[in-house]
């Protein structure tokens, strides 16, 4: 015997009340907070609780959880009901238990909110029954149109809660067919592919190359001040060099431009070079 099957079991043995018993009792709460006599109105009603519930077991939440929910819904039924209403507790209760029954499926449909608003709400549980009954009319585009009359909304509402109806919130660990591979590992990763990673490594390891061969063409002062000033990233000033090699800072200003040209050049040359090397794709 399953849970579900035991507590069924337990529950229907509980008594039904009678009205005029269940009005007493009701005074009895409400009057003097008479907690027994608020768990006899509670169990005694339980097995509406399930009856309820087990209208909803479409939406793919267990039915444990939906009964667990109407069950506090009856709890808080119970705290404000008037017995003086004249009517029974559970014709009242049946609201409480459906408003906690559909928060609790609101809440376990998506991670991204559904239902935030009352008319989304009433288009969640009612948009299918509502299709189907305007679908008798004929199908086709008039159908978003009847339904959107029917259930006093617009009709791009009844078009963004179907769309939301049909994308259930899917987990990225779980498996793809029977291969059992995860969704997640079928994803695009945030890095560029491995070939333009490569791509990127050769033409940094290349111009590496071409500096360091362009560098020496440089005499030991003018390699100085490249490095120290064009190279590094807190560059050093014409007058922090010129002390350094022991001259001006004019003089490590001609420097500079003078290693400025050689580089130029030499790179120049090596970029013609290469592109010698390079063969034209025939016409």
């Given at each position: 015997?399953?849970?579900?099957?035991?507590?069924?079991?337990?529950?229907?043995?509980?008594?039904?009340?009678?009205?005029?018993?269940?009005?007493?009792?009701?005074?009895?709460?409400?009057?003097?907070?008479?907690?027994?006599?608020?768990?006899?109105?509670?169990?005694?009603?339980?097995?509406?609780?399930?009856?309820?519930?087990?209208?909803?077991?479409?939406?793919?939440?267990?039915?444990?959880?939906?009964?667990?929910?109407?069950?506090?819904?009856?709890?808080?039924?119970?705290?404000?009901?008037?017995?003086?209403?004249?009517?029974?507790?559970?014709?009242?209760?049946?609201?409480?238990?459906?408003?906690?029954?559909?928060?609790?499926?609101?809440?376990?449909?998506?991670?991204?909110?559904?239902?935030?608003?009352?008319?989304?709400?009433?288009?969640?549980?009612?948009?299918?029954?509502?299709?189907?009954?305007?679908?008798?009319?004929?199908?086709?585009?008039?159908?978003?149109?009847?339904?959107?009359?029917?259930?006093?909304?617009?009709?791009e509402d009844v078009v963004?809660?179907?769309?939301?109806?049909?994308?259930?919130?899917?987990?990225l660990d779980a498996p793809?067919?029977?291969?059992?591979t995860a969704r997640i590992?079928?994803?695009?990763?945030?890095?560029?592919?491995?070939?333009?990673?490569?791509?990127?490594?050769?033409?940094?390891?290349?111009?590496?190359?071409?500096?360091?061969?362009?560098?020496?063409?440089?005499?030991?002062?003018?390699?100085?001040?490249?490095?120290?000033?064009?190279?590094?990233?807190?560059?050093?000033?014409?007058?922090?060099?010129?002390?350094?090699?022991?001259?001006?800072?004019?003089?490590?200003?001609?420097?500079?431009?003078?290693?400025?040209?050689?580089?130029?050049?030499?790179?120049?040359?090596?970029?013609?070079?290469?592109?010698?090397?390079?063969?034209?794709?025939?016409?």
């Amino acid at each position: 015997m399953t849970q579900m099957e035991q507590y069924l079991s337990e529950i229907s043995r509980l008594p039904l009340l009678p009205a005029a018993e269940e009005a007493r009792l009701a005074r009895e709460f409400r009057e003097r907070g008479d907690a027994r006599a608020a768990h006899l109105l509670v169990t005694s009603n339980l097995r509406f609780v399930v009856k309820v519930a087990l209208g909803y077991r479409s939406y793919g939440v267990p039915v444990t959880d939906l009964v667990q929910e109407g069950n506090v819904g009856l709890m808080k039924a119970v705290q404000k009901f008037d017995p003086e209403l004249g009517i029974r507790l559970i014709s009242y209760a049946v609201w409480w238990i459906r408003a906690y029954i559909q928060n609790c499926i609101l809440r376990s449909w998506s991670l991204v909110k559904v239902g935030t608003t009352q008319s989304q709400r009433k288009l969640f549980f009612s948009l299918g029954r509502a299709r189907r009954e305007a679908e008798r009319g004929g199908a086709g585009v008039d159908v978003v149109q009847r339904v959107a009359r029917r259930m006093r909304v617009q009709p791009e509402d009844v078009v963004d809660m179907e769309q939301r109806l049909e994308g259930r919130d899917l987990s990225l660990d779980a498996p793809l067919g029977e291969t059992g591979t995860a969704r997640i590992d079928c994803l695009a990763g945030g890095l560029p592919p491995q070939d333009e990673e490569l791509a990127s490594a050769e033409q940094a390891r290349s111009v590496a190359l071409e500096v360091n061969e362009a560098l020496s063409h440089l005499d030991p002062r003018e390699r100085f001040i490249v490095e120290h000033r064009l190279m590094a990233e807190r560059p050093e000033t014409l007058k922090d060099l010129g002390s350094h090699l022991g001259f001006s800072r004019e003089r490590a200003r001609q420097l500079e431009l003078r290693a400025r040209q050689k580089l130029r050049h030499a790179l120049r040359s090596m970029e013609r070079e290469l592109e010698a090397e390079v063969p034209v794709p025939a016409p």
